[in-house]
């Protein structure tokens, strides 16, 4: 999946193409090859010490209300998917609990608008510059076959500090429930 800013929007008036945190272009290039894994699929997820910084170096993060239909599931931890720059899984503490494919958003004003990264961040009252946004990957089958999309309307906020989180419904109408991420061209 291409997640570089040089990516074209699916739909103009979209918004732009979403970038990961991924600090190496080679991993980068390597995630591009297959969606990360989904429910049914193995997953092996990396140890903090594999990790290379980010969003292991999380902790536990505490969801007070919950997320939206699961309000019990409150204690989660964030570890990156190896082999899929990029791409984190948030899973519940408890077992059997809840657990989704995330995407860091490397640069979230350019994402969601410096409007909506601001509200974000006073949803905390922290600084832009503590807050992380998570994107939220579902996985949908179609005549074209398996497609990855984010949700940039709800992402998950987490104040890196506090290591506490929630999803936010942000204000702004444009931004959608299911933005594609697509394919990278061959280089």
């Known amino acids: ?5 040089s990516m074209p929007a699916a739909v103009s008036g979209e918004p732009p193409p979403v970038q990961s945190n991924c600090r190496d272009p080679a991993a980068a290039r ?15 997820v990396a140890s903090p ?23 019990d599931a409150r204690a989660f931890r964030l570890r990156q998917l190896p082999g899929a720059a990029g791409f984190s899984l948030l899973e519940s503490l408890e ?29 905390f009252g922290i600084e832009v510059g503590d807050l992380l946004l998570l994107a939220i990957v579902t996985l949908t089958n ?3 076959g398996r497609r990855a999309h984010v949700n940039l309307r709800a992402p998950v906020a987490v104040d890196r500090v506090g290591r506490t989180a929630r999803q936010l ?7 959608p429930l299911r933005h594609p991420l697509e394919p990278r061209a061959a280089a």
């Open 95 to 123: 077992p059997d609990g809840p657990r989704f494919v995330v995407l860091d958003i490397a640069e979230p004003e350019t994402v969601f608008g410096p409007a909506a990264t601001a509200e974000a961040a006073a949803a």
């Open 1 to 5: 999946m291409d997640l570089s800013p």
């Open 49 to 71: 010490s594999e990790a290379e910084g980010g969003a292991d170096e999380l902790g536990v993060l505490t969801f007070p209300a919950g997320l939206p239909g699961f309000p």
């Open 142 to 144: 179609g005549p074209a």
């Open 169 to 175: 419904v942000l204000a702004d109408p444009g931004l």
């Open 30 to 44: 390597a995630s591009a090859a297959a969606p990360p894994s989904v429910a049914g699929e193995e997953t092996r």
